[in-house]
């Protein structure tokens, strides 16, 4: 593996000729390699003259100095500029990535299981609806006593088959009891008590 310094070094000349103006000329001159990992080459600027940075990662300046150490590596580079200009720096700001990705990961995952949970229930919500629709003679309480044991059925099955709950699966969970409630003209608590009783949460 080349030595990171050396590769700068060759590297720093040919990127001042490129570029202009005594703010990127400065940010080029306090700039520090400190890594070069896989693919990635970082280069450190003191926490003291962050604002240099900003010149550093300007889209021309950023792309310029890929182009540029790329050559040299033999290999493509991509430049990461951070603050800091110790081997220590570098290691803080990859267990940030670490824990930034993570969060993001679990923010992904909990939109995808909100939105499954809320596919689930709203299905079953509208299900509910076609099937008192398709009920003859609503106004018999008979008829509506075979709705509602047949709701409390599907909503107890689907209950059970859950994984987890949340929060927002709760509260699709209860649209559907309300559902029931208002269709069948049973009181909520005594649907939702029915249901629990089925899934065995009761």
Not at 46 to 61: C, I, V, Y
Not at 63 to 73: K, S
Not at 154 to 165: F, G, M, N, V
Request: one cysteine or more; proline letters at 3%.
């Amino acid at each position: 593996m080349p030595d990171i310094a050396e590769v700068w070094s060759e590297a720093l000349p040919q990127i001042k000729q490129a570029v202009t103006g005594v703010g990127v000329w400065t940010a080029l001159n306090a700039a520090q390699p400190v890594a070069m990992e896989d693919d990635v080459f970082v280069l450190g600027v003191d926490p003291r003259s962050s604002e240099l940075a900003g010149h550093l990662k300007l889209a021309a300046t950023h792309r310029l100095m890929e182009q540029v150490l790329t050559r040299i590596a033999g290999r493509q580079l991509n430049v990461r500029v951070i603050s800091g200009t110790e081997a220590e720096d570098w290691e803080t700001v990859k267990r940030r990535d670490a824990e930034a990705k993570r969060l993001h990961e679990q923010a992904l995952q909990k939109a995808r299981s909100e939105l499954e949970a809320r596919t689930s229930w709203d299905s079953i919500y509208e299900q509910l609806g076609r099937s008192f629709a398709a009920i003859a003679n609503k106004s018999l309480p008979q008829n509506r006593a075979r709705f509602y044991h047949n709701s409390v059925q599907l909503l107890a099955d689907i209950r059970r088959k859950q994984e987890s709950t949340d929060e927002f699966s709760e509260r699709n969970f209860a649209r559907c009891i309300e559902r029931v409630s208002q269709l069948s003209e049973v009181p909520s608590v005594i649907v939702a008590l029915y249901v629990l009783q089925l899934a065995d949460e009761a």
